[in-house]
T-cell receptor, first 110, second 115 residues
Framework: AQRVTQPEKLLSVFKGAPVELKCNYS??????LFWYVQYSRQRLQLLLR??SRESIKGFTADLNKGETSFHLKKPFAQEEDSAMYYC????????????FGQGTELSVKP | EAGVAQSPRYKIIEKRQSVAFWCNPI?????LYWYQQILGQGPKLLIQ????????DSQLPKDRFSAERLKGVDSTLKIQPAKLEDSAVYLC?????????????FGAGSRLTVL
């Protein structure tokens, strides 16, 4: 089965604290993994994808095939990071669709 | 570039009524997706078009939902008759190509409330 699991519905941290949003996936092939973000009153938008291996807004994510994980990390959270974060799996050769996790709400307190 | 356009933004109907949502993707994007997002859940794919052909509609409740993309550009998603559990945000997204995993660009969504 192709599935994405985000175990935390809500993650609350203080400004300046490290953040880790967890994502685990179930997929038998070689996946492409993404993190999408939705800020308040804005559209769902791409944050980063694993093949890019880049840091966006201070966030990084490493694909761990052994643990089937793609956790999103940031060393020092900022208040503007408060948003809904969705991990998504792109199955190979299935037309480009994405399978989303249920999302984690990140709340960064001052 | 203009983004993905969706209308209406909000719709309230009674159960058993019908509703239609419209989506205009980014110009040149061959692939169009309709997702359903129920409150507290992640988006779930309903149907995917490549140009005007259906690529995947395995999770579309075909007894009540239908979608079309006649000229390979705009798309319409219809629900008839609506049920209470159809209350959700209907997201349209588009991407350049339909092979491999793509970067999807999403519209603002159409929020449906079924009473």
């Amino acid at each position: 089965a192709q599935r994405v699991t985000q175990p935390e519905k809500l993650l609350s941290v203080f400004k300046g604290a490290p953040v880790e949003l967890k994502c685990n996936y179930s997929y038998s092939g070689s996946p492409e993994l993404f993190w999408y973000v939705q800020y308040s009153r804005q559209r769902l938008q791409l944050l980063l994808r694993h093949i890019s291996r880049e840091s966006i807004k201070g966030f990084t994510a490493d694909l761990n095939k052994g643990e089937t994980s793609f956790h999103l990390k940031k060393p020092f959270a900022q208040e503007e990071d408060s948003a809904m974060y969705y991990c998504a799996l792109g199955p190979y050769n299935q037309g480009g669709k994405l399978i989303f996790g249920q999302g984690t709400e990140l709340s960064v307190k001052p | 570039e203009a983004g993905v356009a969706q209308s209406p933004r909000y719709k309230i109907i009674e159960k058993r009524q019908s509703v239609a949502f419209w989506c205009n993707p980014i110009s040149g994007h061959a692939t169009l997706y309709w997702y359903q997002q129920i409150l507290g859940q992640g988006p779930k794919l309903l149907i995917q078009f490549q140009n005007n052909g259906v690529v995947d509609d395995s999770q579309l409740p075909k007894d009540r939902f239908s979608a079309e993309r006649l000229k390979g550009v705009d798309s319409t998603l219809k629900i008839q008759p609506a049920k209470l559990e159809d209350s959700a945000v209907y997201l349209c997204a588009s991407s350049l190509r339909g092979t491999g995993a793509n970067v999807l660009t999403f519209g603002a969504g159409s929020r449906l409330t079924v009473l």
